[in-house]
């Protein structure tokens, strides 16, 4: 059964910065990889995309120029590197790996950022 487990979240300060792993029981090669996340009484958002080469990079308005999507083929995972966090970053991040009609998604990573 295909897996994706997000790692790397928790409580940090306004200004930190945190890294997100999300590693795959499966070969990421053919998949598209996305993180998104989902404030207390928001809807999900995206925030991030890489192509499945890593040749090319997607972000929302709001993390351009402060986090950074990744990825390892050979270690089946993708990453975030958050930078100058702030409270509004606070959500739970989910990873998706998507290719065609075919789409996973971690059970996401809690992130806090206190002010």
């Known amino acids: 059964q295909e897996q994706l487990v997000e790692s790397g979240g928790g409580l940090v300060q306004a200004g930190e910065s945190l890294r997100l792993s999300c590693a795959a029981s499966f070969t990421l090669d053919f998949y598209a990889m996305n993180w998104f996340r989902q404030a207390p009484g928001k809807e999900r958002e995206f925030v991030a995309s890489?192509?499945?080469?890593?040749?090319?990079?997607y972000y929302a308005d709001f993390v351009k120029g402060r986090f950074t999507i990744s990825r390892d083929n050979a270690k089946n995972t993708a990453y975030l590197q958050m930078n100058s966090l702030s409270p509004e970053d606070t959500a739970v991040y989910f990873c998706n790996a998507r290719v065609g009609g075919t789409s996973y998604w971690g059970q996401g990573t809690q992130v806090t950022v206190s002010s």
């Open positions: 890489i192509t499945r080469r890593g040749d090319s990079t």
